[in-house]
């Protein structure tokens, strides 16, 4: 059974931190590309980060300087490092895996999915 699991959301002040974990399990990965979404109310779910097993790292330029994406291929977990916070930030929290090809931050290059963590940020 397919599962994405993602732990580590919650509620913080602007400026503070979180860090957002994603552990896959059921399946062989064969994606080159992992990746974390969110979504928030009213809005479309964008990407926020991605990482390819060749290193290659993409951030949306939102979070650029603010998030690190990590990878553990031992654990098969995904993570996101989350650092100076913002109200803007607030959304629900997706990671994706097997990865179709093409860019790593296209919310239609996925087919795996986890069930998201909401993360808010206050003012």
């Known amino acids: 059974q397919v599962q994405l699991m993602e732990s580590g959301g919650g509620s913080v002040q602007a400026g503070g931190s979180l860090r957002l974990s994603c552990a896959a399990s059921?399946?062989?990965?064969?994606?080159?590309?992992v990746g974390w979404f969110r979504q928030a109310p009213g809005k479309e779910r964008e990407g926020v980060a991605g990482?390819?097993?060749?290193?290659?790292?993409r951030y949306a330029d939102s979070v650029k300087d603010r998030f690190t994406i990590s990878r553990d291929n031992n654990k098969n977990t995904l993570y996101l490092q989350m650092n100076s916070l913002k109200p803007e930030d607030t959304a629900m929290y997706y990671c994706?895996?097997?990865?179709?090809?093409?860019?790593?931050?296209?919310?239609?290059?996925?087919?795996?999915w986890g069930q998201g963590t909401q993360v808010t940020v206050s003012s």
């Open positions: 059921g399946y062989t990965r064969n994606s080159y590309c």
């Open positions: 994706a895996d097997q990865w179709r090809g093409g860019s790593c931050l296209d919310r239609n290059k996925y087919n795996y």
């Open positions: 990482i390819h097993s060749d290193g290659t790292i």
